[in-house]
């Protein structure tokens, strides 16, 4: 197993070397070190904030699993779609820089989403309550 983490190894440190050369190397970032600022405050809301949410989520949702599928969906789409809405109306004069109603739409997700995470609840209820032929 040790050849195949030392390779895995030393292509994650090729392609580190090789985004960071980058980073340093374009003319269209003029300031790298923003960059690494963003992306370590990323990380930090990451693995501080929005890790432990969705572990503590599914923790709590133990022995549903419609449940926790679903807050796991959410979760994804929600990382996804709110930075949208967040930034909703803040076009900067380019109305097609921001031009759907995310925060309708997200909030339609949601709705749709948890229906079908309840009717798939409720059909899992009646499959395990019913009589089982042959007993």
């Not at 501080?48 to 969906?73: K, N, Q, S």
């Amino acid at each position: 197993m040790r050849p195949v983490r030392a390779a895995l190894l030393l292509g994650g440190l090729a392609l580190l070397l090789t985004g960071l050369a980058g980073l340093f190397t374009d003319p269209h970032v003029t300031d790298p070190f923003d960059v690494l600022l963003w992306a370590a405050g990323l990380v930090v809301l990451h693995d501080g904030l929005w890790l432990p949410l969705v572990c503590a989520l599914g923790a709590a949702a133990t022995g549903r699993p419609v449940l926790r599928g679903w807050l796991l969906v959410v979760a994804g789409v929600g990382a996804v779609a709110v930075p949208a809405v967040l930034r909703a109306g803040d076009d900067h004069g380019n109305p097609t820089l921001l031009p759907l109603p995310y925060l309708r739409n997200w909030l339609l997700f949601l709705a749709v989403s948890a229906a079908a995470a309840a009717l798939a609840a409720l059909v899992r209820r009646s499959v395990r309550r019913a009589p089982r032929e042959g007993r």
